[in-house]
């Protein structure tokens, strides 16, 4: 019974940065991982950051390493994918990955990015 939104993209130019939010509800504390994920235009997804363990293991992407970070609101149950420097190439739809003691739920909307140059 965990449900989620995530929030946060839109437009911005290339330098520029945005935060992206996941909040969920329910069965939080059934929630044993959070990822962000990406599909950017013509590719298929790809993972961009992941929070496991309380935060003990966080990895990021190469191609995002350094500019973007993954961070929790234990209080608000929410996830933050923070992102620098923000570049063209990062134009995707962005979207929240979480696994339960459960198993993986399923994708919701996502939210855009659109980077300009």
């Known amino acids: 019974q965990v449900r989620f939104v995530e929030s946060g993209g839109g437009l911005a130019q290339a330098g520029g940065s945005l935060r992206l939010s996941c909040a969920a509800s329910?069965?939080?504390?059934?929630?044993?991982?959070v990822a962000w994920y990406r599909q950017r235009p013509g590719n298929q997804s790809e993972l961009v950051a992941e929070?496991?363990?309380?935060?003990?293991?966080?990895n990021y992407a190469d191609s995002v390493k350094d500019r973007f970070s993954i961070s929790r609101n234990n209080a608000r149950n929410t996830w933050y994918l923070r992102m620098n420097n923000l570049q063209p190439e990062d134009t995707a739809v962005y979207y929240c990955?979480?696994?339960?003691?459960?198993?993986?739920?399923?994708w919701g909307q996502g939210t855009q990015v659109t980077v300009s140059s």
């Open positions: 929070f496991s363990n309380w935060g003990d293991r966080i």
């Open positions: 990955d979480i696994r339960t003691r459960w198993g993986r739920l399923s």
């Open positions: 329910g069965s939080t504390a059934s929630i044993t991982a």
